[in-house]
């Protein structure tokens, strides 16, 4: 059995002393070997940003990819080989600004990825500019009169999507965080996991304090059911977004490998590519 | 009797004018004739006149031909736009239902049959088709019978009644036109071949069943003109492999997840035309630098932007070559018939695995769509080869902390490659610059060895390529060198033989290699002829400027056609003779 220290390595990380992401490595670390994998079984996928470098941290198979693209090539890399436990992860820039496309368009094709989005709702990398998350009048280096646009619910839009595992988390509590990416990596389809990752350096608003005071637990709340895609959404609306824990799962929709016609449990990187002559015959038979 | 002959039906778009030219050609290819095709439509289902013009020769040919010896019309627009491609003696055979009139000028004789009014009395104006089909081809001096097995394979789902029927529309259509026509139109009876067992395929059927043969097994991709066959076919036929086909959000996700998929090691491809290649630009980046085996087929059309999205052009060279920020290795391939589109894909995946880069299959809408007869492929010619990778391979542990060295600065640039999944082969992979174990680097003397190791991959690829330039060099010193790629083969080949009748003496080089540029082979030829001549269908002379910089030629010329149609034969034999 391997444990969390199997998925560490040496390399140094290059966040900011105090960044929610040191957390975010640690609890996959810790739900990785929960889960009873083996690094040479995991792949982590990342996006551009401070928080994409996590793949680099990670003492497994790491793809750090292009901006905004770590879920295509996630679900790539998880049809190549469903055998593989696949983590996409990304910012919120990276997952929800220039790659908000795959985003929902993953959640909705539901392939047993999981999706963990460090969420700081501003950009790091390129020194604080404004991020979807942002909220309104938030001023940043490109917003210096305050955000006019309205934050994104990444949340209340997973599960209008049709997401099968909706789940969001602090990186200051890392036994919930890691219990929910270790249930993510469980589910059977795709998760999205958004976490609260405060940005030391750039965002003096949303800050570890602010997050403790504003964020409530759905474990807190008498009768939450998770399974009730309703009354998900109004907890949500009436907390406006700010609460941690699974706030959604499904878990009666089969993933999107289960539904492909022929799509054997061994990964496709196992099925032969040499073609029989009978069946290259008939195939150029069916031209004449 | 005649060695071969045009045939064009035309109508308004969603009339079933292309299911009439297939049935047309299915039957005559089955009867061992040659047969070229190629689609006038538009970017619309339903309305505007499209048509379909077909070629049948008694021996091979792959160019659409000058002029047309039968049109048929199921409205005037088609006999008003098309009459004057007609030969002297050519027929225009017209549904009676929209009373067609001849054009002033026109010296083809018009038959007026009620392909409507027929179909109606059979049960359904739908039949209309196979009437005209019937009609027209008793001119070639085909049979009812001869169309038995295609309307059957058509057909044959839809119940027995339904194939009789059709057969029944065909019989009366032949029997309609014999009775209006009487005996005199024998001239067009085609001489009879000896029946042969031959393919008759689009391009990118050939590019698709390439891809099958090659072990590829997924296929990421978006819809577009004149590409979405591909796709099409492989997801019929990929689950029975055991892959799939995804239908993503866009051309990004398309590209990025055939990466993630060949990272994971499995053979993936993607396809595209103008508009989903730009979009894939920083992807190919990607693969480039993470060294990442990866096939896209770059049908081109015209651009720039939505341009002329179901028209000829030839015009993304300069985008496949040089675009992507950056440096990095690339392979383009230009197959330039059906056949070689099989072969080359099969070879793209080969060559993506050996050299672990980019490579781009480019196709044009001319060879994507263009239907014509193709001799049996042959599966021994098929080949699977994986360069330094072995999925079975047992690697030795790996000290703690130390990743295996997928980048190793090997001494030909290309190191082993090794896939998730594997022991004792943790790396990381980054579109960062890197050392040797995947490892984010901007240390200056790792950057240069990276650049350096990734960059000289390629090195031999010009010498390994199987005929990166055909050759139809009949003379060791030519008056004229004609210079192609892609679906301007034909064409040219067509035209040889008419500029030799008149005395000029012409060698042909169609680029099949477009990068690495095979500059050696390419200049032995220009360097042997008195005049060099670029064809392409494009406005600036994209593959003119690329030998200009490669090879280094005063003596090119070039002869550029965009407004949207493939060249014609005549119009190259004219502008060659301009040009000497």
């Known amino acids: 059995m391997a444990t969390f220290k199997d998925f560490r390595n040496n390399v140094k990380p290059n966040w900011c002393p105090g960044c929610g992401d040191f957390s975010v490595q640690a609890a996959i670390q810790r739900a990785a070997a929960s889960a009873g994998l083996t690094p040479e079984k995991m792949a982590v996928v990342s996006g551009i940003g401070c928080s994409g470098r996590i793949s680099g941290y990670i003492n497994s198979y790491g793809f750090h990819g292009i901006h905004g693209r770590s879920l295509p090539i996630a679900q790539g890399v998880k049809m190549a080989n469903r055998e593989l436990t696949v983590i996409a992860s990304g910012g919120d820039g990276d997952g929800f600004a220039i790659g908000m496309g795959h985003t929902i368009h993953a959640i909705r094709r539901n392939i047993d990825v999981t999706y963990i989005v460090m969420d700081n709702q501003i950009y790091g990398l390129t020194k604080g500019q404004t991020s979807p998350r942002s909220d309104m009048g938030f001023k940043t280096k490109s917003t210096p009169g305050g955000s006019i646009e309205s934050a994104l619910n990444v949340m209340e839009m997973a599960l209008s999507a049709g997401g099968t595992f909706v789940a969001q988390s602090f990186s200051s509590d890392l036994k919930e965080l890691t219990s929910i990416i270790e249930q993510g990596i469980e589910h059977k389809g795709f998760s999205l996991i958004n976490v609260f990752s405060p940005c030391v350096t750039f965002n003096k608003v949303n800050t570890y304090d602010w997050f403790k005071e504003n964020i409530t637990k759905l474990s807190s709340i008498e009768g939450y059911d998770p399974t009730d895609r309703a009354m998900a959404m109004n907890t949500l609306m009436k907390h406006n977004g700010l609460v941690t824990g699974l706030i959604y799962q499904n878990k009666e929709k089969p993933s999107y490998e289960q539904l492909v016609e022929g799509f054997k449990d061994e990964g496709l990187v196992k099925q032969p590519l040499e073609m029989k002559k009978d069946k290259f015959d008939q195939l150029v038979s069916e031209f004449m | ?580």
């Open chain 2, 1 to 580: 009797m005649i060695k071969q002959l045009s045939w064009k039906v035309g109508g308004q778009q969603g009339e079933g004018i292309e299911s009439t030219g297939e049935i047309f050609s299915m039957a005559l290819n089955r009867l061992g004739y040659y047969l070229y095709g190629y689609r006038h439509f538009s970017s619309r289902i339903k309305g505007g006149h499209t048509n379909n013009k077909i070629r049948v020769s008694t021996t091979p040919m792959n160019a659409i031909s000058d002029d047309l010896n039968i049109l048929v019309a199921f409205d005037q627009e088609t006999i008003d736009l098309n009459h004057h491609e007609l030969v002297d003696g050519g027929i225009i055979i017209a549904d009676s239902k929209f009373k067609p009139e001849k054009p002033e000028g026109t010296s083809a004789s018009l038959y007026s049959i009620p392909f409507t009014e027929i179909a109606n009395e059979l049960g359904t104006s739908l039949m209309k088709n196979m009437v005209a089909v019937g009609a027209s081809s008793t001119l070639l001096g085909v049979k009812p019978e001869d169309f038995t097995s295609v309307v059957e394979q058509i057909f044959s789902r839809k119940g027995n009644s339904v194939v009789q029927k059709n057969m029944e529309a065909i019989r009366e259509g032949m029997a309609y036109f014999k009775k209006e026509a009487g005996n005199e139109l024998v001239d067009f009876h085609l001489e009879p071949v000896e029946t042969k067992g031959r393919m008759f395929m689009i391009g990118n059927d050939a590019i698709a069943l390439g891809a099958l043969a090659g072990g590829a097994r997924f296929m990421p991709a978006y819809p577009i003109t004149p590409a979405s066959e591909i796709m099409e076919y492989l997801i019929k036929k990929l689950p029975e492999y055991g892959g799939t086909v995804i239908q993503t959000e866009d051309e990004i996700a398309a590209c990025t997840m055939a990466i993630g998929a060949n990272y994971a090691g499995v053979r993936s491809l993607t396809a595209s035309a103008g508009p989903g290649l730009s979009l894939m630009m920083e992807a190919i980046g990607l693969s480039g630098i993470t060294e990442t085996p990866l096939v896209i087929v770059d049908t081109q059309r015209g651009g720039p932007s939505t341009g002329l999205p179901t028209k000829q052009e030839q015009s993304d060279i300069m985008a496949m070559i040089y675009g992507t920020h950056g440096e990095i290795p690339k392979i383009v391939m230009a197959p330039s018939t059906v056949e070689e589109a099989f072969y080359d894909t099969i070879e793209a995946f080969n060559l993506a695995e050996e050299y672990q880069c980019p490579v781009i299959i480019v196709s044009d809408l001319a060879l994507s769509l263009g239907k014509q007869t193709v001799e049996p492929l042959d599966f021994e010619k098929i080949e699977i080869r994986r360069g330094k990778f072995d999925l079975s391979e047992e690697l030795p542990e790996l000290e703690k902390n130390v990743y295996f060295k997928r980048y190793e600065n090997a001494e030909d640039g290309i190191s082993k490659r090794v896939i998730p999944g594997m022991k004792n082969a943790i790396h990381h992979v980054t579109g960062v610059e890197h050392n040797e174990q995947g490892k984010p680097s901007e240390s200056p003397d790792n950057r240069n060895i990276q650049m350096d190791k990734r960059l000289r991959k390629l090195s031999d690829l010009t010498d390994r390529f199987k005929t990166p330039v055909f050759k139809d060099e009949r003379h060791e010193d030519a008056d004229l060198l004609i210079v192609g790629f892609n679906s301007t083969r034909g064409t040219i080949q067509e035209v040889m033989p008419r500029l030799e009748n008149d005395g000029i003496k012409v060698n042909h080089g169609h680029v099949r290699l477009l990068h690495p540029f095979p500059k050696n082979e390419l200049k032995d030829m220009i360097d042997r002829a008195k005049r060099v001549v670029v064809i392409e269908n494009n406005a600036t002379g994209q593959l003119a400027q690329l030998i200009k910089m490669e090879v280094g030629s005063e003596k090119l010329k070039t002869l550029n056609k965009y407004d949207g149609n493939p060249f014609l034969p005549a119009e190259v034999y004219q502008s060659c003779k301009e040009l000497l």
